[in-house]
T-cell receptor, first 115, second 114 residues
């Protein structure tokens, strides 16, 4: 059972560079999320998606973009990387409709350093 | 807006002892879900236990149990017979029954002393 898979696990970027964090899930979940976690802090929602073709901003969307062309994939794009984007990024997913399935599944995280 | 508060940044417990982590939340909704997640040094988020607000019975998963006080908006996690592998950051989380968003507390770091 793969669950939620994120790549890469570690990445160092130079200021101004761009990159994409990949996320895929094999549970046929309609909801997907991107969170960031700064050192010693909780999770902040960047973007989320309620289904293929539908995305919306979370609490901290500036400097990021997302797309959702399929149910499985939800890539996060960082444009013009800044040191403030140094963080651990988590992709997550869950489904809707069943009271039993109100659990969010997380990927293992992607550690990003911008220097 | 809903909020989740974890007032204990750090807790310590002796191996084999019991520890309780606190979580309070604020909401005007009646349909919601509460969760405890464990985050070890690997940073992976692992579901520990969940509670549906409509259930009066407290959830239990092996050594982990919750004390859900709906009127007081309190959702504490009790870990019995603590083990070294329980050392981690623990996050309390809230999800409205009618929305997509999970709201997380700031976490409590649990240290287990041998």
């Amino acid at each position: 059972n793969a669950g939620v898979t994120q790549t890469p696990k570690f990445r160092i970027l130079k200021i101004g560079q761009s990159m994409t964090l990949q996320c895929t899930q094999d549970m046929n979940h309609n909801y997907m999320y991107w969170y960031r976690q700064d050192p010693g802090m909780g999770l902040k929602l960047i973007y989320y998606s309620v289904g293929a073709g539908i995305t919306d901003k979370g609490e901290v969307p500036n400097g990021y973009n997302v797309s959702r062309s399929t149910t499985e994939d939800f890539p996060l794009r960082l444009e013009l990387a800044a040191p403030s984007q140094t963080s651990v990024y988590f992709c997550a997913s869950n489904t809707w409709g069943s009271r039993r399935e109100n659990t969010i599944y997380f990927g293992e995280g992607s550690w990003l350093t911008v220097v | 807006a809903q909020t989740v508060t974890q007032s204990q940044p750090e807790m310590s417990v002796q191996e084999a002892e019991t520890v309780t982590l606190s979580c309070t939340y604020d909401t005007s909704e009646s349909d919601y879900y509460l969760f405890w997640y464990k985050q070890p040094p690997s940073r992976q988020m692992i579901l520990v236990i969940r509670q549906e607000a409509y259930k009066q019975q407290n959830a239990t998963e092996n050594r982990f149990s919750v004390n859900f006080q709906k009127a007081a908006k309190s959702f504490s996690l009790k870990i019995s017979d603590s083990q070294l592998g329980d050392a981690a950051m623990y996050f309390c989380a809230y999800r409205s029954g009618g929305t997509y968003k999970y709201i997380f507390g700031t976490g409590t770091r649990l240290k287990v002393l041998a």
